[in-house]
């Protein structure tokens, strides 16, 4: 017979929650990237398209600022394991990197049965 469990214990909820909370920031950080590069590349293009180019860098550079909402939308909606409540914005305030909840203020990673 076998030393191990017939199942692999699950992760309590929490260490699952951080480690969706690392997976939207990591998107939010790779988007805001992308787009710096590719908008500093876009008047290069606009350059070399023309005056039809302007047109063309002005409707990508709105695109790509829809595009950088989503990422940033997911991290503001992101409730915290412990007291439910949205872990990085208040009211009018907010910090999308914040280590600690602004409510609760439990850190970032802390297991569910700590003290």
């Known amino acids: 017979m076998s030393e191990t469990p017939y199942r692999e214990p699950t992760p309590d909820g929490y260490s699952a929650a951080w480690a969706d909370l690392r997976r939207r920031r990591r998107a939010a950080a790779l988007t805001i990237a ?29 695109v790509l600022m829809g595009w950088l ?21 208040l009211r009018f305030a907010q910090n999308d990197f914040a280590r600690r909840c602004v409510h609760c203020g439990i850190e970032m990673g802390t297991p569910k049965n700590a003290p």
């Open 34 to 62: 992308s787009w710096v590069g590719v908008m500093g590349a876009m008047p290069v293009a606009g350059a070399a398209a023309g005056s039809v180019g302007a047109g063309a860098v002005l409707i990508s550079g709105l």
């Open 69 to 89: 909402l989503r990422p940033k939308m997911r991290i503001d909606c992101f409730n915290c394991p412990a007291c439910g409540k949205t872990f990085s914005r």
